[in-house]
T-cell receptor, first 118, second 113 residues
Framework: DTGVSQNPRHKITKRGQNVTFRCDPISEHNRLYWYRQTLGQGPEFLTYFQNEAQLEKSRLLSDRFSAERPKGSFSTLEIQRTEQGDSAMYLC????????????????FGNGTRLTVT | GENVEQHPSTLSVQEGDSAVIKCTYSDSASNYFPWYKQELGKRPQLIIDIRSNVGEKKDQRIAVTLNKTAKHFSLHITETQPEDSAVYFCAASRRGATNKLIFGTGTLLAVQP
């Protein structure tokens, strides 16, 4: 499977603990995104990387959240001091930056990591 | 701010009937409009997309229309089948440094056999 891969698929943690998720994008994709999805809602943008540079962060991303993409390939999303409100599906997506195209290229999503904070 | 509204939130149709889902976007600079299908517990999967330089695009039983003046776009599924049952999300993005998609709240489509 050459799609976007996320690990773990499920994570149950106690409130106050730290968690880290990993995303491996499609290999030739230089853009990587993290989204959060709660039940009955559409995915909400969290942050975006082009290669190793984090170029945009949502206001939703509190200082307890940090994301990295150290070598421009895989990415990690860490949540410190988890709260029950952090329970959600965390989706990673990747795409290829268009060159001179006026238009953006499609995002390809992974299966997500479902976080449950008890 | 950027916003995408989607209607209806739930839609039930009989097998073989057509289904239409409508979205409205607020950012007039939006120029790319994908539709994703998400089955329970699975990833959102791109089913069709449209760019602002065309008004309609069709792929077999699925079509999308775009009205830039009204800032509306719609998904049309003809000859629905039970396997079309899923949650459908519309999204919009603007040309720029990121490819950030703003998603609608989703439509749960149920196709009754």
């Amino acid at each position: 499977d050459t799609g976007v891969s996320q690990n773990p698929r499920h994570k149950i943690t106690k409130r106050g603990q730290n968690v880290t998720f990993r995303c491996d994008p499609i290999s030739e994709h230089n853009r990587l995104y993290w989204y959060r999805q709660t039940l009955g809602q559409g995915p909400e943008f969290l942050t975006y990387f082009q290669n190793e540079a984090q170029l945009e962060k949502s206001r939703l991303l509190s200082d307890r959240f940090s994301a990295e993409r150290p070598k421009g390939s895989f990415s990690t999303l860490e949540i410190q001091r988890t709260e029950q409100g952090d329970s959600a599906m965390y989706l990673c997506a990747s795409s290829l930056a268009g060159g001179v195209s006026r238009y953006n290229s499609p995002l390809h999503f992974g299966n997500g990591t479902r976080l449950t904070v008890t | 701010g950027e916003n995408v509204e989607q209607h209806p939130s739930t839609l039930s149709v009989q097998e073989g009937d057509s289904a239409v889902i409508k979205c409205t976007y607020s950012d007039s600079a939006s120029n790319y409009f994908p539709w994703y299908k998400q089955e329970l517990g699975k990833r959102p999967q791109l089913i069709i997309d449209i760019r602002s330089n065309v008004g309609e695009k069709k792929d077999q039983r699925i079509a999308v229309t775009l009205n830039k003046t009204a800032k509306h776009f719609s998904l049309h599924i003809t000859e629905t089948q039970p396997e079309d049952s899923a949650v459908y999300f519309c999204a919009a993005s603007r040309r720029g440094a990121t490819n950030k998609l703003i998603f609608g709240t989703g439509t749960l489509l149920a196709v009754q056999p």
